[in-house]
């Protein structure tokens, strides 16, 4: 059983699955810190606030320790069912810049890879035929 299971990871695959899973994980990040340091700032700034993140609808009571406060994170811990669109907002803009970035790397490596066509070599048959039509159009 050992034996098959180092035979399965040391399939070209699976390395690079998990050379991609690690790559992925840490580019996620970057994109995280993209959309929540530089993006979603500059939209919400836009929208009139600076923490687009923490916009939201309380859909139940709010205790009155906690009456007009902004604090997503501290009405969800208090237990008010919120409507947290601005979360929602931002991880939609954080999938679209992702998908976006994908896209642009698999277009470029496509291009890079693309093979130009090959030239098919005639067979002698038809060189030597086109050869006689040519000394033959020479002669008219």
Known sequence: MFKEFREFINRGNVLDLAVAVIIGAAFGKIVTSLTDDIIMPVIGKVFGGLDFSSYF???GPVPPQLRGSTDYLA???AG???LGYGEFVTQAVNFLILAFIIFLLVRAANRAFRKAPETVAEA?????LREIRDLLKARA
């Open 57 to 59: 609808i309380a859909l």
């Open 75 to 77: 009405l969800k811990k």
């Open 80 to 82: 008010v069912p919120l």
């Open 124 to 128: 002698a048959d038809v060189t030597l």
